[in-house]
Structure formats: structure tokens, C-alpha cells
């Protein structure tokens, strides 16, 4: 299976390069898999309009075809990143505006949205700050807005969403139950 992973986390001493080390140790070596990792590569989230970069343009951007042919090529793709003002961080939603646009990702028929990445499923990995709780109780979409509102959208079915909530107030035998469950779903991919 090719499995494309798409790490979004710019401290490489903590939790969330933790769990990329662990998810990516256990996927079965008969597996290919990439990595982005998007600020190793200093992804440019920024997306801007002028006479030459026109947003019905998007999927023929030159500058980010390489990204298009990861998706196209993959048909796992893993999201591992944290949850921050209750959404991603915003070089992954740059990431998503510039990079699943019209006429890669999806299209309309009328009014529809039809997704054009179909056969392709996900797996996302988040922290975050809140307790789950609060999360659960108060913010409905904590952390769901990937799966139900982009990805689907896009025709990728979400195969697993696993969360660690309350990341700060966790002791380290919860990170590490978390991390060996995490080594487990990657093992049986």
C-alpha cells in the first residue's frame, strides 16, 4: 500500500515528533510510504490571487504539483499534527487551500460537491490542550473539521481519528499508552 504521511508540527523534540517516530517504526516495511513534513520543507501556506495566479487555476500551480502527485500516488494518507485555537495549525490549512483545490480534489456537479480523491482513506492523529471533556461537551467539531468537512468533501474516507486531549495535564505513562496504541494501528495497516 502506498501511504503518504503529512507531519505538521515545528518542534522536532516533542510529543508529536514522538508519535511520527512511532506510527512511521511500525508500518510494515512491505508498505511505501513518503513523508511531508510541512515545516521541514517550509511550506508556503500563504494563497494569494493575481493575473497570473487565479484561484480556478489552483490544481495547475507548478508550485505545488509534487504535493499533488504525493495524494494522487498515495492511497493512505496519515495527518498528524495539534490542535491549536481549535484547528489546525495554519501551515496545514494553507497546505489544504493550495493544494486539494478545484479540479484535483473535488468538483461541483450544479450545486454537489463531487470528490475526485475516491479509493483513498485517512488516518488522523491529533493532540490538544483541552480536556476532553470541555471538548467533547462545548466544541462538537474539536478537531473533526479535517474529516467531515475537507476530506470527505474530497471523496477520503476517514479510516481512524485518534486523539491524545489534555496533552499538558498527562503524565508520561498516558503518552506512552497512547504512543504504544498508536504502534499498534501502524502495525496493522
Known amino acids: 500500500m502506498n501511504i503518504l504521511l503529512i507531519y505538521t508540527y515545528p518542534n522536532h523534540e516533542g510529543f508529536n515528533h514522538a508519535i511520527k517516530e512511532a ?15 510541512l515545516y521541514e520543507e517550509n511550506f508556503n501556506p500563504v494563497l ?4 497570473t495566479h487565479q484561484r480556478r487555476n489552483l490544481n495547475l500551480d507548478q508550485e505545488t504539483s509534487d504535493y499533488r502527485a504525493a495524494i494522487e500516488w ?12 481549535s484547528s489546525m495549525p495554519a501551515i496545514l ?8 483545490a478545484k479540479g484535483f480534489a473535488y468538483q461541483y456537479k450544479g450545486l454537489i460537491p463531487i470528490g475526485l480523491l475516491k479509493n483513498k482513506r485517512a488516518w488522523i492523529i491529533n493532540t490538544h490542550d483541552s480536556p476532553l471533556l470541555y471538548a467533547s461537551l462545548f466544541q ?14 474530497c471523496g477520503i474516507s476517514t479510516y481512524k481519528h485518534s486523539t491524545l486531549s489534555f496533552v499538558r495535564g498527562s503524565n508520561e505513562k498516558k503518552r506512552k499508552q497512547f504512543l504504544k496504541r498508536l504502534a499498534l494501528i501502524s502495525s496493522r495497516l
Not at 48 to 51: A, E, I, L, S, T
Open 48 to 51: 494569494f490571487f493575481d493575473g
Open 74 to 85: 498515495s492511497e493512505f494518507i496519515i495527518f498528524i499534527y495539534p490542535i491549536w485555537w
Open 23 to 37: 506510527v512511521i517504526s511500525n508500518i510494515n516495511p512491505a508498505h511505501q510510504l513518503k513523508i511531508i513534513d
Open 140 to 153: 462538537k467539531d474539536y478537531g473533526r473539521i479535517l474529516s467531515k468537512q475537507i476530506l470527505k468533501m
Open 93 to 100: 490549512k494553507g497546505f489544504i487551500d493550495r493544494v486539494f
